[in-house]
């Protein structure tokens, strides 16, 4: 049996930078996963450090866009019909805190994480040598009608009075930064101070060897064995039993798997998402991502090619996979950008951690004494994994946080 100060649950972007953190401050640190790091949830996103994020993601107000939803025909969400009444109830609070009031309330809720999220990115990739993965000229979002662009302005609004720097440009300004656009839309805006990796993957992997590197030990196992040993927490590994005072929950969509049995229930939903790489045709290139708003997918330079993420599927974590929005947003990805053949014989997959007000959980776990949460970050996980690890890294260790934790207790969830 080995010992050590915390256990770390789930080596995601968001474990990976709470042991990080932990171990910078001294701690004995053991980072558990049953894979490989940062190969699951963190894995499938557009590469984007969203400092200049306001208001999160809504549910749609407009009818229009309500009845394509429900009729199959938009590649914003998908849905499987027998799923639906077990998702009702999160989809009705999700809608409750997409009002606009609410809205507000929690843009400023979370813009503390998100006004570090670029500095705590950046002091861990100097630190772990990965900073040759950053590319710091923001990414632009697309708009293909006056609609559409006439719907961001509460956003560019509130944009400038909190000093987050953007720039809205024509058609053409738009495509001085990126020549192999297709003039298809009609109005941009540059999001400047926004940072993009070329390789999620590698970035994560490289704050792991950081990681390593301070005395962190990794380990397989798996975090449901989870279980009190008299004053301790234990998880079975390959290795042999674990043994710690503490315990972080970084699982993402799994995080149910393991709260669940210990009493802890936390109304977390997934919206599961696809992606997959194409070789751009010709000398066609992109500088930094771009987001086609009324389609709902994100254009973004990779390593491995030019990744198309998709909208939000609602079907159960685990059921086979359904890329429907994948073929449905291709006509119009196409037009927009010349691309090639797919890198991949079938797109990946996976599962994002949503709660429906928007918010991390970030703190205790009620009442589980050494047991600590850094969970349901939705589409923000590679954002705000090193602002979570430092924020979770202060609480635990008595250090007085950057931040008010409050917002993101677990206990707003108990009634």
Same mark, same amino acid.
């Given at each position: 049996m080995a010992r050590t100060d915390v256990?770390?649950?789930?080596?995601?972007?968001?474990?990976?930078?709470?042991?990080?953190?932990?171990?910078?401050?001294?701690?004995?640190?053991?980072?558990?996963?049953?894979g490989g790091a940062g190969e699951a949830t963190s894995y499938g996103n557009a590469g984007i450090i969203e400092g200049n994020t306001i208001f999160p993601a809504?549910?749609?107000? =407009?009818?229009?866009?309500?009845l394509r939803i429900a009729f199959k025909r938009s590649p914003l969400a998908n849905y499987h019909?027998?799923?639906?009444?077990?998702?009702?109830?999160?989809?009705?609070?999700?809608r409750a805190y997409s009002q606009p009031t609410k809205l507000v309330e929690t843009s400023q809720v979370m813009r503390p994480l998100f006004a570090r999220a670029v500095a705590e990115h950046e002091v861990l990739a100097a630190e772990a040598a990965a900073e040759k993965y950053l590319r710091r000229n923001g990414w632009l979002k697309l708009y293909r009608s006056d609609r559409a662009f006439a719907g961001v302005k509460r956003e560019l609004d509130l944009a400038a009075s909190l000093g987050? *720097?953007?720039?809205?440009?024509?058609?053409?300004?738009?495509?001085?930064?990126?020549?192999?656009?297709?003039?298809?839309?009609?109005?941009?805006?540059?999001?400047?101070?926004?940072?993009?990796?070329?390789?999620?993957?590698?970035?994560?992997?490289?704050?792991?060897?950081?990681?390593?590197?301070?005395?962190?030990?990794?380990?397989?196992?798996?975090?449901?064995?989870?279980?009190?040993?008299?004053?301790?927490?234990?998880?079975?590994?390959?290795?042999?039993?674990?043994?710690?005072?503490?315990?972080?929950?970084?699982?993402?969509?799994?995080?149910?798997?393991?709260?669940?049995?210990?009493?802890?229930?936390?109304? %977390?939903?997934?919206?599961?998402?696809?992606?997959?790489?194409?070789?751009?045709?010709?000398?066609?290139?992109? *500088?930094?991502?771009? %987001? =086609?708003? =009324?389609?709902g997918y994100v254009l973004a330079p990779m390593e491995q090619g030019v990744r198309i993420t998709s909208g939000v599927e609602f079907a159960?974590?685990?059921?086979?996979?359904?890329?429907?929005?994948?073929?449905?947003?291709?006509?119009?990805?196409?037009?927009?950008?010349?691309?090639?053949?797919?890198?991949?014989?079938?797109?990946?997959?996976? *599962?994002?951690?949503?709660?429906?007000?928007?918010?991390?959980?970030?703190?205790?776990?009620?009442?589980?004494?050494?047991?600590?949460?850094?969970?349901?970050?939705a589409h923000w996980g590679l954002t705000l994994g090193p602002a979570t690890g430092r924020l979770l890294a202060e609480l635990m260790t008595g250090a007085t946080p950057f931040c008010d934790p409050q917002p993101y207790a677990a206990e707003r969830f108990i009634r």
């Open positions: 256990i770390v649950l789930g080596a995601g972007i968001v474990g990976t930078s709470v042991a990080l953190h932990l171990v910078k401050r001294g701690l004995s640190v053991a980072l558990v996963d049953r809504a549910f749609p107000s =407009d009818w229009a866009t309500l019909l027998a799923f639906l009444p077990k998702i009702a109830p999160w989809l009705a609070a999700f987050i *720097a953007n720039v809205t440009m024509d058609v053409e300004a738009a495509r001085a930064l990126e020549p192999s656009l297709n003039p298809v839309f009609r109005h941009a805006v540059h999001w400047t101070g926004a940072v993009s990796v070329s390789n999620p993957l590698a970035v994560t992997r490289a704050y792991i060897a950081r990681f390593a590197a301070l005395g962190g030990l990794s380990f397989t196992g798996d975090a449901r064995s989870l279980h009190r040993n008299g004053p301790n927490w234990r998880v079975e590994t390959a290795s042999g039993p674990l043994d710690a005072g503490e315990v972080v929950i970084a699982l993402g969509p799994w995080l149910r798997d393991v709260l669940d049995p210990l009493g802890v229930r936390l109304p %977390l939903a997934v919206k599961r998402g696809y992606h997959r790489h194409f070789r751009p045709q010709g000398n066609a290139a992109l *500088a930094r991502p771009v %987001l =086609d708003a =009324d389609n159960p974590r685990d059921a086979p996979p359904t890329p429907v929005q994948l073929e449905r947003l291709m006509p119009a990805a196409r037009e927009l950008f010349p691309l090639g053949e797919p890198v991949e014989p079938q797109p990946w997959f996976g *599962a994002r951690p949503c709660f429906a007000d928007s918010r991390p959980v970030i703190g205790r776990a009620p009442g589980n004494a050494g047991l600590w949460l850094a969970c349901g970050h």
